[in-house]
């Protein structure tokens, strides 16, 4: 097992994320515990230390079902992080409630890590709104006591949701928690995310390596590209080796459905072959060769901007729509724009077509502000 140094302690370069355990008949609500006790088994024996649960990972059991495997090895053999589920705005000003249950439910009496759950432009206010809903004050103050040894956060927001998290509690932050691959290095802005926490000597845990198993398998052509530069190395591995050269990352979680997976993800966890140069280069242009298939060509000049009656924020509404598309969904693009009033939504798009007159790269906003309206729901 590849290990990182991070202060004074050593974590397994691997670490075991139980947002995707091994489910029964596909519902997601029902862990399949045999299985999760032999993959938890399994990980130790081959020296994986890091383990990472949340408040809403399989309807809420997958802090039972991890607390449940752990118990059965010694306290000290294992690191336990979970996160404080201000993903949901109905848990703010809930946190000593939360943080006591997780306790139980995970069976110990402190978290090695612990962090605020994802940080975003939908919940970054009340994040920092201390004084209406305490959440730093009560984790510090379990910090003190103890109960957390380790303190950091996870975002899915844009950098300058980060920045302004980390210009309130920078300071305290010992990590943090981002989604990060190397087709999101460009396209999500993972890049200018890494070196902002780098400015602030913050280490990086990765989330979504694989992005939801969408890396784990490439259509044959793209595949083979791949192949070509290294033979030996599975697909799945590429995005390992990828994240393993870039500084300061630490943990690379990975979400492990089956003991297979667990089993192919240990393999190449046993060596750590970080991409060269060329080999870096290579898998980057694919990453934009396989977004621009979906993507719409918007450069963010912003003339649209200027000639929109209704003031719409066309280019970050674009940039948000080819994420949406090219994921075929997902939270990130609804969880943003909870943020925004409803007169800056795509919904609020007139289809006067005035941004299109002006757009350098002939896109047809109005009609992907309509298309954007259909795939959110309305």
């Known amino acids: 097992m590849v290990y990182r140094d991070y202060q004074d302690i050593r974590l397994s370069n691997l670490g075991m994320g139980c947002m995707r355990l091994p489910v029964i008949d596909g519902d997601d609500s029902r862990i ?61 000003g809930k946190v000593k409630p939360i943080f006591e249950a997780q306790l139980e439910k995970c069976q110990v009496d402190y978290f090695d890590f612990y962090l605020f759950h994802n940080v975003c432009e939908m919940n970054i206010d009340a994040y920092l709104d201390d004084a209406k809903y305490g959440t730093y004050a009560y984790l510090i103050e379990q910090k003190r006591n103890g109960r957390i040894r380790h303190l950091g956060f996870s975002a899915h927001g844009s950098v300058e949701v980060i920045r302004r998290f980390l210009e309130v509690y920078g300071k305290d932050m010992e990590f943090c928690q981002l989604q990060l691959n190397w087709l999101d290095w460009d396209f999500q802005d993972a890049k200018r995310k890494v070196a902002l926490l780098r400015e602030w000597n913050i280490p990086v845990w990765v989330m979504e390596p694989l992005r939801g198993g969408k890396l784990a398998k490439l259509p044959e052509a793209d595949a083979a590209r791949l192949k070509a530069l290294r033979p030996d190395e599975t697909i799945p591995a590429w995005a390992f080796r990828f994240l393993q050269g870039i500084p300061g990352v630490t943990v690379i979680l990975s979400g492990m459905s089956s003991e297979e997976q667990l089993a192919d993800n240990l393999r190449t966890f046993e060596t750590d072959r970080p991409l060269n140069e060329a080999e870096t280069a290579a898998v980057l242009a694919l990453a934009g060769e396989m977004t621009r298939r979906t993507a719409l060509p ?81």
């Not at 000049?301 to 970050?316: A, E, N, S």
């Not at 609020?348 to 002939?362: D, K, T, Y």
């Open 298 to 378: 918007c450069t963010a000049c912003r003339y649209c901007t200027t000639h929109c009656p209704q003031g719409l924020d066309i280019p970050w509404l674009l940039e948000l729509y080819n994420e949406h598309v090219f994921t075929g969904g997902g939270f990130l693009a609804p969880m943003a724009l909870m943020a925004v009033p409803d007169d800056k939504k795509p919904s609020a798009c007139l289809g006067c077509r005035s941004c299109e007159q002006v757009c350098p790269q002939q896109i047809k906003i109005s009609e992907a502000m309509a298309d954007f309206c259909a795939k959110l729901g309305g």
């Open 32 to 92: 399949d515990e045999p299985a999760v006790l032999r993959m938890v088994d399994a990980a130790m024996a081959a020296g994986v230390n890091y383990y990472d649960t949340a408040w809403g990972y399989h309807a809420g059991n997958s802090e039972i079902a991890l607390g449940r495997a752990l118990a059965r090895h010694p306290r000290e053999g294992f690191y336990l992080a979970d996160k404080f589920p201000g993903y949901d705005l109905g848990n703010m």
